[in-house]
Protein backbone atom coordinates (compact mmCIF):
# COMPACT_ATOMS: atom_id res chain seq x y z
CA UNK A 1 0.00 0.00 0.00
CA UNK A 2 1.27 3.45 -1.17
CA UNK A 3 1.68 6.27 1.52
CA UNK A 4 1.31 8.84 -0.52
CA UNK A 5 -1.01 11.39 0.33
CA UNK A 6 -3.47 11.93 -2.28
CA UNK A 7 -4.73 15.57 -0.36
CA UNK A 8 -1.03 16.62 -1.56
CA UNK A 9 -2.06 15.49 -5.43
CA UNK A 10 -4.08 17.54 -7.76
CA UNK A 11 -7.45 15.48 -8.96
CA UNK A 12 -8.06 14.98 -12.07
CA UNK A 13 -11.59 16.12 -13.69
CA UNK A 14 -12.61 12.76 -14.41
CA UNK A 15 -11.85 9.32 -14.63
CA UNK A 16 -13.74 7.16 -17.12
CA UNK A 17 -12.65 3.67 -15.61
CA UNK A 18 -14.70 3.84 -12.19
CA UNK A 19 -14.11 1.01 -10.19
CA UNK A 20 -17.16 -0.64 -8.92
CA UNK A 21 -16.74 -0.27 -4.86
CA UNK A 22 -19.39 -2.29 -2.81
CA UNK A 23 -18.70 0.03 0.46
CA UNK A 24 -19.62 2.80 -2.06
CA UNK A 25 -23.54 3.09 -2.83
CA UNK A 26 -25.00 4.97 -5.42
CA UNK A 27 -28.47 6.20 -6.00
CA UNK A 28 -31.40 3.81 -4.65
CA UNK A 29 -28.65 2.03 -2.75
CA UNK A 30 -28.01 5.30 -0.97
CA UNK A 31 -31.14 5.97 -0.35
CA UNK A 32 -31.97 2.57 1.43
CA UNK A 33 -28.95 2.34 3.77
CA UNK A 34 -29.76 5.78 4.46
CA UNK A 35 -33.06 4.99 5.38
CA UNK A 36 -31.94 1.83 7.72
CA UNK A 37 -29.25 3.70 9.37
CA UNK A 38 -32.41 7.01 9.95
CA UNK A 39 -34.72 4.31 11.47
CA UNK A 40 -32.01 2.80 13.88
CA UNK A 41 -30.81 7.00 14.75
CA UNK A 42 -34.51 7.84 15.16
CA UNK A 43 -35.78 5.29 17.35
CA UNK A 44 -32.48 5.47 19.18
CA UNK A 45 -33.18 8.98 19.82
CA UNK A 46 -36.61 8.97 20.50
CA UNK A 47 -35.89 5.96 23.30
CA UNK A 48 -33.05 8.76 24.26
CA UNK A 49 -35.31 11.87 24.97
CA UNK A 50 -37.28 9.50 27.09
CA UNK A 51 -34.18 8.46 28.93
CA UNK A 52 -33.48 12.41 29.29
CA UNK A 53 -36.86 12.98 30.94
CA UNK A 54 -36.45 10.48 32.83
CA UNK A 55 -33.14 11.59 34.02
CA UNK A 56 -34.89 14.97 34.51
CA UNK A 57 -37.27 13.07 36.68
CA UNK A 58 -34.86 11.72 38.93
CA UNK A 59 -32.32 14.83 39.75
CA UNK A 60 -33.67 17.23 37.44
CA UNK A 61 -33.03 19.78 34.99
CA UNK A 62 -31.91 22.15 37.54
CA UNK A 63 -31.51 20.25 40.77
CA UNK A 64 -28.19 20.76 43.04
CA UNK A 65 -26.86 17.31 41.68
CA UNK A 66 -28.12 17.36 38.02
CA UNK A 67 -24.96 19.59 36.53
CA UNK A 68 -22.58 17.23 38.88
CA UNK A 69 -23.26 14.35 37.10
CA UNK A 70 -23.53 15.51 33.10
CA UNK A 71 -20.17 17.50 33.77
CA UNK A 72 -18.72 14.01 34.93
CA UNK A 73 -20.95 11.91 32.75
CA UNK A 74 -19.88 13.73 29.18
CA UNK A 75 -16.34 13.88 30.49
CA UNK A 76 -15.40 10.41 28.75
CA UNK A 77 -17.05 10.92 25.62
CA UNK A 78 -15.69 14.59 24.84
CA UNK A 79 -11.88 13.00 25.89
CA UNK A 80 -12.65 10.27 24.08
CA UNK A 81 -13.48 12.13 20.80
CA UNK A 82 -10.31 14.85 21.63
CA UNK A 83 -7.89 12.21 21.56
CA UNK A 84 -9.38 9.39 19.57
CA UNK A 85 -12.49 10.19 18.13
CA UNK A 86 -11.45 11.73 14.94
CA UNK A 87 -9.24 9.03 13.97
CA UNK A 88 -12.18 6.75 14.11
CA UNK A 89 -14.78 8.41 12.67
CA UNK A 90 -12.85 10.27 9.56
CA UNK A 91 -9.55 8.76 9.17
CA UNK A 92 -10.29 4.94 9.20
CA UNK A 93 -12.99 4.40 6.46
CA UNK A 94 -10.99 5.43 3.59
CA UNK A 95 -7.77 3.40 4.99
CA UNK A 96 -9.94 0.41 5.58
CA UNK A 97 -11.82 0.83 1.73
CA UNK A 98 -7.94 0.87 0.66
CA UNK A 99 -7.31 -2.35 2.60
CA UNK A 100 -10.66 -3.84 1.27
CA UNK A 101 -9.61 -4.21 -2.14
CA UNK A 102 -6.55 -6.06 -1.03
CA UNK A 103 -6.67 -10.03 -1.71
CA UNK A 104 -7.31 -10.68 1.87
CA UNK A 105 -10.55 -8.36 2.00
CA UNK A 106 -8.28 -6.18 4.17
CA UNK A 107 -8.12 -9.06 6.90
CA UNK A 108 -4.75 -8.48 8.17
CA UNK A 109 -5.11 -4.75 8.44
CA UNK A 110 -8.43 -4.88 10.43
CA UNK A 111 -7.10 -7.45 12.67
CA UNK A 112 -4.10 -5.30 13.72
CA UNK A 113 -6.22 -2.24 13.52
CA UNK A 114 -8.66 -3.86 16.40
CA UNK A 115 -5.87 -5.06 18.07
CA UNK A 116 -3.97 -1.63 18.14
CA UNK A 117 -7.20 0.09 19.24
CA UNK A 118 -8.21 -2.13 21.57
CA UNK A 119 -4.21 -1.47 23.71
CA UNK A 120 -4.22 1.98 22.98
CA UNK A 121 -7.73 3.12 24.27
CA UNK A 122 -7.03 0.52 27.39
CA UNK A 123 -3.91 2.32 28.33
CA UNK A 124 -5.38 6.04 27.80
CA UNK A 125 -8.69 4.84 29.49
CA UNK A 126 -6.74 3.75 32.78
CA UNK A 127 -4.33 6.98 32.64
CA UNK A 128 -7.52 9.34 32.10
CA UNK A 129 -9.52 7.02 34.86
CA UNK A 130 -6.46 7.81 37.45
CA UNK A 131 -6.55 11.24 36.96
CA UNK A 132 -10.09 11.79 37.00
CA UNK A 133 -9.67 14.30 40.74
CA UNK A 134 -7.72 16.92 38.32
CA UNK A 135 -9.54 16.56 35.39
CA UNK A 136 -12.84 17.43 37.01
CA UNK A 137 -10.87 20.44 38.99
CA UNK A 138 -9.67 21.68 36.13
CA UNK A 139 -12.87 21.61 33.66
CA UNK A 140 -15.69 22.85 36.43
CA UNK A 141 -15.75 25.56 38.60
CA UNK A 142 -17.08 23.11 41.62
CA UNK A 143 -15.51 23.45 45.07
CA UNK A 144 -16.41 21.45 48.18
CA UNK A 145 -19.06 18.40 48.26
CA UNK A 146 -20.02 19.34 44.59
CA UNK A 147 -16.30 18.78 43.43
CA UNK A 148 -16.25 15.55 45.72
CA UNK A 149 -19.40 14.06 43.93
CA UNK A 150 -18.21 15.30 40.45
CA UNK A 151 -15.50 13.05 41.10
CA UNK A 152 -16.69 10.37 42.22
CA UNK A 153 -19.50 10.21 39.20
CA UNK A 154 -16.15 10.94 36.78
CA UNK A 155 -14.77 8.03 38.33
CA UNK A 156 -18.05 5.61 36.99
CA UNK A 157 -18.10 6.68 33.91
CA UNK A 158 -14.33 7.64 32.50
CA UNK A 159 -14.01 3.49 31.70
CA UNK A 160 -17.06 4.60 29.06
CA UNK A 161 -13.74 5.68 27.07
CA UNK A 162 -12.46 2.18 26.32
CA UNK A 163 -16.30 1.46 24.95
CA UNK A 164 -16.73 3.85 22.99
CA UNK A 165 -13.81 4.11 21.16
CA UNK A 166 -13.97 -0.04 20.23
CA UNK A 167 -18.25 1.19 19.31
CA UNK A 168 -16.47 3.83 17.15
CA UNK A 169 -13.90 1.63 15.34
CA UNK A 170 -16.33 -1.29 15.02
CA UNK A 171 -18.82 0.50 13.17
CA UNK A 172 -16.22 2.14 11.10
CA UNK A 173 -14.97 -1.36 10.23
CA UNK A 174 -18.61 -2.35 9.50
CA UNK A 175 -19.57 1.02 7.70
CA UNK A 176 -16.48 0.70 5.34
CA UNK A 177 -18.08 -2.94 4.33
CA UNK A 178 -21.20 -1.59 3.70
CA UNK A 179 -23.07 -2.54 6.94
CA UNK A 180 -24.26 0.29 7.88
CA UNK A 181 -27.71 -0.41 9.97
CA UNK A 182 -25.72 -2.20 13.70
CA UNK A 183 -23.79 0.84 14.21
CA UNK A 184 -26.78 2.78 14.19
CA UNK A 185 -29.05 0.39 16.28
CA UNK A 186 -27.01 -0.64 18.42
CA UNK A 187 -27.28 2.45 20.72
CA UNK A 188 -31.24 1.44 21.15
CA UNK A 189 -29.58 -0.90 23.68
CA UNK A 190 -27.68 0.48 25.29
CA UNK A 191 -30.91 3.29 25.66
CA UNK A 192 -32.82 0.56 26.94
CA UNK A 193 -30.35 -0.26 29.27
CA UNK A 194 -30.03 3.25 31.41
CA UNK A 195 -33.91 3.72 30.85
CA UNK A 196 -34.35 0.42 33.17
CA UNK A 197 -31.58 2.00 35.53
CA UNK A 198 -33.46 5.56 35.96
CA UNK A 199 -36.75 4.20 36.66
CA UNK A 200 -35.22 1.84 39.31
CA UNK A 201 -33.83 4.96 40.79
CA UNK A 202 -36.79 7.25 40.99
CA UNK A 203 -38.75 3.87 42.28
CA UNK A 204 -36.40 3.09 44.99
CA UNK A 205 -34.70 6.87 45.73
CA UNK A 206 -37.44 9.15 44.60
CA UNK A 207 -38.12 12.16 42.08
CA UNK A 208 -36.17 15.44 42.25
CA UNK A 209 -39.25 17.20 42.68
CA UNK A 210 -39.84 14.89 45.91
CA UNK A 211 -36.79 14.60 47.56
CA UNK A 212 -34.73 17.56 46.39
CA UNK A 213 -31.75 15.53 46.13
CA UNK A 214 -28.04 17.48 47.70
CA UNK A 215 -24.43 16.38 47.64
CA UNK A 216 -24.89 16.56 51.01
CA UNK A 217 -27.43 13.48 51.19
CA UNK A 218 -26.28 11.60 47.83
CA UNK A 219 -25.57 7.82 48.87
CA UNK A 220 -23.30 5.19 46.67
CA UNK A 221 -26.60 3.30 46.16
CA UNK A 222 -27.80 6.44 43.84
CA UNK A 223 -24.63 6.84 42.24
CA UNK A 224 -24.65 3.08 41.12
CA UNK A 225 -27.79 3.22 40.01
CA UNK A 226 -27.15 6.48 38.11
CA UNK A 227 -23.67 5.97 36.74
CA UNK A 228 -23.72 2.51 36.92
CA UNK A 229 -26.43 2.15 34.98
CA UNK A 230 -25.03 4.76 32.36
CA UNK A 231 -21.60 2.55 32.07
CA UNK A 232 -23.14 -0.19 31.95
CA UNK A 233 -25.35 0.70 28.65
CA UNK A 234 -22.25 1.93 26.95
CA UNK A 235 -20.57 -0.74 27.76
CA UNK A 236 -23.79 -3.21 26.11
CA UNK A 237 -23.74 -0.81 23.01
CA UNK A 238 -19.92 -1.56 22.48
CA UNK A 239 -20.53 -5.70 23.07
CA UNK A 240 -23.34 -5.92 20.45
CA UNK A 241 -21.43 -4.99 17.01
CA UNK A 242 -19.39 -8.15 17.76
CA UNK A 243 -22.17 -10.42 16.47
CA UNK A 244 -22.09 -7.93 12.75
CA UNK A 245 -18.62 -8.05 12.90
CA UNK A 246 -18.13 -11.66 12.62
CA UNK A 247 -20.56 -12.22 9.79
CA UNK A 248 -18.28 -10.07 7.35
CA UNK A 249 -16.54 -13.56 7.65
CA UNK A 250 -12.84 -11.71 7.77
CA UNK A 251 -11.52 -14.27 9.67
CA UNK A 252 -10.08 -11.50 12.66
CA UNK A 253 -8.04 -12.41 15.12
CA UNK A 254 -5.41 -10.46 17.68
CA UNK A 255 -2.29 -9.38 15.35
CA UNK A 256 0.63 -7.86 16.74
CA UNK A 257 2.61 -5.57 14.98
CA UNK A 258 2.72 -2.57 12.32
CA UNK A 259 5.91 -3.26 9.75
CA UNK A 260 3.98 -4.05 6.51
CA UNK A 261 0.16 -3.48 8.21
CA UNK A 262 -0.60 -0.35 6.17
CA UNK A 263 -0.73 1.57 9.92
CA UNK A 264 1.97 4.11 9.02
CA UNK A 265 -0.17 5.54 6.87
CA UNK A 266 -3.03 5.72 9.09
CA UNK A 267 -0.74 6.97 11.79
CA UNK A 268 0.64 10.08 10.05
CA UNK A 269 -2.98 11.15 8.97
CA UNK A 270 -4.46 10.48 12.35
CA UNK A 271 -1.73 12.42 14.69
CA UNK A 272 -3.66 15.72 12.48
CA UNK A 273 -6.42 14.99 13.14
CA UNK A 274 -6.03 14.00 16.88
CA UNK A 275 -4.62 17.70 16.83
CA UNK A 276 -7.82 18.94 15.50
CA UNK A 277 -10.19 16.85 17.92
CA UNK A 278 -7.91 18.62 20.68
CA UNK A 279 -8.30 22.16 19.29
CA UNK A 280 -12.43 21.45 19.20
CA UNK A 281 -13.24 19.18 21.52
CA UNK A 282 -11.10 21.46 24.31
CA UNK A 283 -13.34 24.63 23.45
CA UNK A 284 -16.29 22.31 24.61
CA UNK A 285 -14.33 22.09 27.59
CA UNK A 286 -13.88 25.48 27.91
CA UNK A 287 -17.77 26.22 27.29
CA UNK A 288 -18.65 23.79 30.41
CA UNK A 289 -16.15 25.34 32.43
CA UNK A 290 -18.18 28.21 31.58
CA UNK A 291 -21.59 26.68 32.41
CA UNK A 292 -20.51 25.53 35.64
CA UNK A 293 -19.34 28.87 36.49
CA UNK A 294 -23.50 29.39 36.63
CA UNK A 295 -24.10 25.75 37.92
CA UNK A 296 -21.74 26.57 40.99
CA UNK A 297 -24.38 30.00 41.40
CA UNK A 298 -27.22 27.83 42.12
CA UNK A 299 -27.31 27.13 45.21
CA UNK A 300 -27.17 31.03 46.69
CA UNK A 301 -30.46 32.01 43.67
CA UNK A 302 -32.14 28.86 44.81
CA UNK A 303 -32.06 30.50 48.83
CA UNK A 304 -33.84 33.71 47.65
CA UNK A 305 -37.07 33.85 48.22
CA UNK A 306 -38.77 33.42 46.55
CA UNK A 307 -36.32 31.05 44.47
CA UNK A 308 -34.79 32.25 41.21
CA UNK A 309 -34.24 29.41 38.99
CA UNK A 310 -31.04 29.78 36.66
CA UNK A 311 -30.26 27.68 33.88
CA UNK A 312 -26.86 25.06 34.43
CA UNK A 313 -24.51 22.57 32.13
CA UNK A 314 -27.58 20.28 32.23
CA UNK A 315 -29.86 22.71 30.94
CA UNK A 316 -27.42 23.53 27.74
CA UNK A 317 -26.95 19.43 26.89
CA UNK A 318 -30.70 19.20 27.34
CA UNK A 319 -31.17 21.97 24.64
CA UNK A 320 -27.85 20.46 22.60
CA UNK A 321 -29.36 17.09 22.34
CA UNK A 322 -33.03 18.07 20.95
CA UNK A 323 -31.18 20.76 18.64
CA UNK A 324 -28.94 18.00 17.06
CA UNK A 325 -31.40 15.64 16.59
CA UNK A 326 -32.60 16.52 13.16
CA UNK A 327 -28.59 16.18 12.65
CA UNK A 328 -28.30 12.79 14.30
CA UNK A 329 -31.20 11.02 12.64
CA UNK A 330 -31.24 12.41 8.92
CA UNK A 331 -27.74 13.86 8.52
CA UNK A 332 -25.69 12.07 10.10
CA UNK A 333 -27.19 9.59 8.72
CA UNK A 334 -26.80 10.47 4.96
CA UNK A 335 -23.16 11.78 5.76
CA UNK A 336 -22.25 8.88 6.61
CA UNK A 337 -23.23 6.75 3.56
CA UNK A 338 -22.06 9.33 1.61
CA UNK A 339 -18.77 9.43 3.16
CA UNK A 340 -17.88 6.33 1.78
CA UNK A 341 -18.71 7.63 -2.03
CA UNK A 342 -16.62 10.73 -1.70
CA UNK A 343 -13.70 8.23 -0.82
CA UNK A 344 -14.29 6.82 -3.34
CA UNK A 345 -14.52 9.04 -6.03
CA UNK A 346 -11.54 10.68 -4.40
CA UNK A 347 -9.78 7.30 -4.89
CA UNK A 348 -10.78 7.19 -8.41
CA UNK A 349 -9.61 10.84 -8.74
CA UNK A 350 -13.10 11.74 -9.84
CA UNK A 351 -13.55 15.47 -9.40
CA UNK A 352 -16.84 15.59 -10.65
CA UNK A 353 -18.49 13.11 -8.34
CA UNK A 354 -16.92 14.31 -5.16
CA UNK A 355 -18.61 17.99 -6.32
CA UNK A 356 -22.06 15.78 -7.57
CA UNK A 357 -21.90 14.36 -4.51
CA UNK A 358 -21.38 16.98 -2.19
CA UNK A 359 -24.04 19.29 -3.83
CA UNK A 360 -26.72 16.70 -3.82
CA UNK A 361 -26.03 15.85 -0.08
CA UNK A 362 -26.06 19.63 1.22
CA UNK A 363 -29.67 20.17 -0.85
CA UNK A 364 -31.23 16.72 0.33
CA UNK A 365 -30.03 17.25 4.16
CA UNK A 366 -31.71 20.72 4.15
CA UNK A 367 -35.10 19.46 3.48
CA UNK A 368 -34.64 18.11 6.81
CA UNK A 369 -32.66 20.48 8.62
CA UNK A 370 -34.31 23.65 8.07
CA UNK A 371 -37.83 22.15 9.17
CA UNK A 372 -36.04 20.77 12.44
CA UNK A 373 -35.32 24.30 12.82
CA UNK A 374 -38.80 25.41 12.47
CA UNK A 375 -40.53 23.23 14.87
CA UNK A 376 -37.71 23.27 17.27
CA UNK A 377 -38.54 26.70 17.23
CA UNK A 378 -42.31 26.98 17.06
CA UNK A 379 -42.33 24.07 20.10
CA UNK A 380 -39.22 25.09 22.18
CA UNK A 381 -42.10 25.51 25.29
CA UNK A 382 -43.27 21.86 25.14
CA UNK A 383 -40.44 20.39 24.50
CA UNK A 384 -38.56 22.44 27.88
CA UNK A 385 -41.54 21.07 29.63
CA UNK A 386 -40.30 17.22 28.73
CA UNK A 387 -37.09 17.73 30.20
CA UNK A 388 -37.99 19.62 33.57
CA UNK A 389 -39.51 19.43 36.99
CA UNK A 390 -41.52 22.93 36.87
CA UNK A 391 -42.79 25.53 34.37
CA UNK A 392 -39.90 27.52 35.70
CA UNK A 393 -37.32 25.39 34.21
CA UNK A 394 -39.26 24.29 31.33
CA UNK A 395 -39.64 27.54 30.27
CA UNK A 396 -35.63 28.30 30.61
CA UNK A 397 -34.94 25.05 28.62
CA UNK A 398 -37.23 26.72 25.57
CA UNK A 399 -35.47 29.44 25.72
CA UNK A 400 -32.07 27.68 25.50
CA UNK A 401 -33.87 25.03 22.76
CA UNK A 402 -35.19 28.20 20.46
CA UNK A 403 -31.88 29.70 20.68
CA UNK A 404 -29.96 26.51 19.50
CA UNK A 405 -32.58 25.91 16.98
CA UNK A 406 -31.20 28.82 14.31
CA UNK A 407 -28.21 27.18 14.38
CA UNK A 408 -29.54 23.61 14.00
CA UNK A 409 -29.28 23.70 9.71
CA UNK A 410 -25.61 25.25 10.16
CA UNK A 411 -24.19 22.38 12.09
CA UNK A 412 -25.53 19.71 9.65
CA UNK A 413 -24.42 21.29 6.60
CA UNK A 414 -20.76 22.38 8.13
CA UNK A 415 -20.03 18.75 9.00
CA UNK A 416 -20.89 17.33 5.65
CA UNK A 417 -18.39 19.81 3.91
CA UNK A 418 -15.74 18.72 6.12
CA UNK A 419 -16.21 15.39 5.25
CA UNK A 420 -15.26 16.02 1.83
CA UNK A 421 -11.74 16.95 3.52
CA UNK A 422 -11.43 13.59 4.98
CA UNK A 423 -12.26 11.54 2.17
CA UNK A 424 -9.79 12.87 0.42
CA UNK A 425 -7.34 12.21 3.44
CA UNK A 426 -6.72 15.37 3.45
CA UNK A 427 -6.47 15.94 7.28
CA UNK A 428 -4.45 19.26 7.40
CA UNK A 429 -7.36 22.07 6.19
CA UNK A 430 -9.65 20.65 9.06
CA UNK A 431 -7.27 21.65 11.36
CA UNK A 432 -6.86 24.99 10.02
CA UNK A 433 -10.52 25.06 9.86
CA UNK A 434 -10.72 24.33 13.70
CA UNK A 435 -8.02 27.07 14.80
CA UNK A 436 -10.03 29.37 13.29
CA UNK A 437 -13.62 28.21 14.93
CA UNK A 438 -11.75 27.43 18.00
CA UNK A 439 -10.50 30.77 18.61
CA UNK A 440 -14.15 32.39 18.20
CA UNK A 441 -15.76 30.07 19.99
CA UNK A 442 -13.20 30.64 23.35
CA UNK A 443 -13.77 34.41 22.99
CA UNK A 444 -17.43 34.09 22.35
CA UNK A 445 -17.18 31.71 25.44
CA UNK A 446 -15.44 34.26 27.54
CA UNK A 447 -17.89 36.67 26.77
CA UNK A 448 -20.43 34.69 27.94
CA UNK A 449 -19.28 34.29 31.01
CA UNK A 450 -18.81 37.92 32.26
CA UNK A 451 -22.87 38.03 32.24
CA UNK A 452 -25.01 37.98 35.43
CA UNK A 453 -25.47 34.07 36.22
CA UNK A 454 -28.73 33.83 35.13
CA UNK A 455 -27.61 34.93 31.34
CA UNK A 456 -24.73 32.92 31.08
CA UNK A 457 -25.71 29.68 29.76
CA UNK A 458 -28.35 31.37 26.77
CA UNK A 459 -25.28 33.30 26.01
CA UNK A 460 -23.54 30.46 25.18
CA UNK A 461 -26.06 28.37 23.35
CA UNK A 462 -25.95 31.73 21.38
CA UNK A 463 -22.15 31.52 20.91
CA UNK A 464 -23.01 27.88 20.18
CA UNK A 465 -25.47 29.32 17.04
CA UNK A 466 -23.04 32.20 15.78
CA UNK A 467 -19.99 29.49 15.98
CA UNK A 468 -22.09 27.18 13.79
CA UNK A 469 -23.51 30.18 10.86
CA UNK A 470 -19.56 31.13 10.79
CA UNK A 471 -17.89 27.76 9.96
CA UNK A 472 -20.00 26.91 7.37
CA UNK A 473 -18.56 30.40 5.38
CA UNK A 474 -15.06 29.26 6.80
CA UNK A 475 -15.32 25.93 5.67
CA UNK A 476 -17.00 27.10 2.40
CA UNK A 477 -13.92 29.46 1.17
CA UNK A 478 -11.57 26.59 2.16
CA UNK A 479 -13.56 24.20 0.29
CA UNK A 480 -14.28 26.00 -3.13
CA UNK A 481 -10.19 26.23 -3.17
CA UNK A 482 -9.75 23.02 -2.67
CA UNK A 483 -12.16 21.52 -5.74
CA UNK A 484 -13.76 24.39 -6.97
CA UNK A 485 -17.09 25.36 -6.98
CA UNK A 486 -19.72 22.84 -6.32
CA UNK A 487 -22.72 24.59 -6.81
CA UNK A 488 -23.05 26.32 -3.65
CA UNK A 489 -25.94 28.95 -5.63
CA UNK A 490 -27.88 25.53 -5.99
CA UNK A 491 -27.48 24.84 -2.58
CA UNK A 492 -28.43 28.80 -1.42
CA UNK A 493 -30.66 29.06 -3.48
CA UNK A 494 -33.01 25.90 -2.20
CA UNK A 495 -32.18 27.13 1.00
CA UNK A 496 -33.91 30.21 0.55
CA UNK A 497 -37.34 28.22 -0.47
CA UNK A 498 -36.87 25.79 1.70
CA UNK A 499 -36.73 28.49 4.97
CA UNK A 500 -39.91 30.19 3.11
CA UNK A 501 -41.82 27.25 3.83
CA UNK A 502 -40.37 26.76 7.07
CA UNK A 503 -41.58 29.98 8.32
CA UNK A 504 -45.04 29.48 6.94
CA UNK A 505 -45.06 26.21 8.72
CA UNK A 506 -44.00 28.01 12.04
CA UNK A 507 -46.72 30.51 11.61
CA UNK A 508 -49.35 27.70 12.08
CA UNK A 509 -47.55 26.18 14.54
CA UNK A 510 -47.44 29.11 16.72
CA UNK A 511 -51.06 29.77 16.67
CA UNK A 512 -51.68 26.78 17.66
CA UNK A 513 -49.15 26.76 20.55
CA UNK A 514 -51.15 29.93 21.47
CA UNK A 515 -54.65 28.41 20.87
CA UNK A 516 -53.33 25.99 23.78
CA UNK A 517 -51.91 28.39 26.18
CA UNK A 518 -48.39 28.23 24.89
CA UNK A 519 -47.99 32.08 25.62
CA UNK A 520 -49.38 31.92 28.62
CA UNK A 521 -48.20 30.79 32.50
CA UNK A 522 -51.05 29.57 33.35
CA UNK A 523 -52.09 27.69 29.72
CA UNK A 524 -52.88 24.41 29.18
CA UNK A 525 -49.33 23.45 27.62
CA UNK A 526 -47.89 24.30 30.99
CA UNK A 527 -49.78 21.96 33.43
CA UNK A 528 -48.18 18.55 32.85
CA UNK A 529 -45.72 16.93 30.32
CA UNK A 530 -49.00 14.89 29.09
CA UNK A 531 -50.13 18.30 27.64
CA UNK A 532 -46.79 19.14 26.25
CA UNK A 533 -46.92 15.68 24.61
CA UNK A 534 -50.70 16.11 23.28
CA UNK A 535 -49.35 19.72 21.75
CA UNK A 536 -46.59 18.22 19.81
CA UNK A 537 -47.82 15.21 18.44
CA UNK A 538 -50.66 17.90 17.11
CA UNK A 539 -48.55 20.73 16.14
CA UNK A 540 -45.89 18.53 14.99
CA UNK A 541 -48.35 16.77 12.48
CA UNK A 542 -49.52 19.93 11.75
CA UNK A 543 -46.43 21.95 10.65
CA UNK A 544 -45.31 19.06 8.86
CA UNK A 545 -48.18 19.00 6.63
CA UNK A 546 -47.88 22.34 6.07
CA UNK A 547 -44.22 21.89 5.06
CA UNK A 548 -44.86 19.16 2.57
CA UNK A 549 -47.75 21.59 1.19
CA UNK A 550 -45.30 24.58 0.64
CA UNK A 551 -42.15 22.47 -0.53
CA UNK A 552 -44.80 20.83 -3.22
CA UNK A 553 -45.91 24.43 -4.36
CA UNK A 554 -42.43 26.03 -4.35
CA UNK A 555 -41.30 22.94 -6.32
CA UNK A 556 -38.63 21.65 -4.48
CA UNK A 557 -37.74 18.03 -6.23
CA UNK A 558 -35.35 17.16 -3.70
CA UNK A 559 -38.69 16.41 -1.53
CA UNK A 560 -38.91 12.94 -3.89
CA UNK A 561 -35.25 12.10 -3.67
CA UNK A 562 -35.77 12.43 0.31
CA UNK A 563 -38.79 10.56 0.89
CA UNK A 564 -37.79 7.88 -2.15
CA UNK A 565 -36.63 5.05 0.32
CA UNK A 566 -39.43 5.52 2.59
CA UNK A 567 -42.03 5.75 0.32
CA UNK A 568 -40.07 2.89 -1.45
CA UNK A 569 -40.45 0.40 1.44
CA UNK A 570 -44.13 1.58 2.02
CA UNK A 571 -45.10 0.44 -1.47
CA UNK A 572 -43.04 -3.14 -0.64
CA UNK A 573 -44.99 -3.73 2.64
CA UNK A 574 -48.29 -3.10 0.73
CA UNK A 575 -47.79 -5.17 -2.51
Known sequence: MSDTNTASMPLADA???KRADPSAPRSGSTARSSAIMAAGTLVSRLLGLVRVALLATAIGAAGQVSDLFTSANNLPNFLYLMLAGGVFNAVLVPQIIRASRQPDRGADYVSRLLTLAAVVLLVLTVLVTLAAPILVDVITS???????????FAYWCLPQIFFYGMYAVTGQILNANGSFGPYMWAPVVNNIVSIGFLVAFIALMGTEQV???????????????????????????????????????LGLRPTFGLRGSGLGRTGKLAS???VTMLVGNGLYLVNLKIATIAGNARPAFLAQDPPVEIAGATNLEFGTMLYQLPHA?????????????LSSAHADNDLPSVRATLSHGLRIIGVATVFGAAALLTFAGPLG???????????????????????????SANFFLTRVFYASEDVRTPL????????????LALVAGMFDPRLIVPMLAVAYSLGNVIAVGVSHVFLTRAIGSYGAGRVFDLH?????????????GSVLCWGFGGYDASGFLWQSKLNAIAVLALGGITMLAVYLLMLRVLKVTELREFAAPLLARFGRRNA
Open 15 to 17: DPR
Open 385 to 411: MLFSESPEVAAINGVIIAILAVGAPFL
Open 329 to 341: VIALSLATVMFNQ
Open 142 to 152: FTGARLALTTV
Open 432 to 443: KIQLILSVVGVA
Open 211 to 249: ERHSPESWTSEQTLLLAGGTTLGIIIQALVLIIPLKRLN
Open 272 to 274: VTI
Open 496 to 508: VRLIIAGIAAAIV
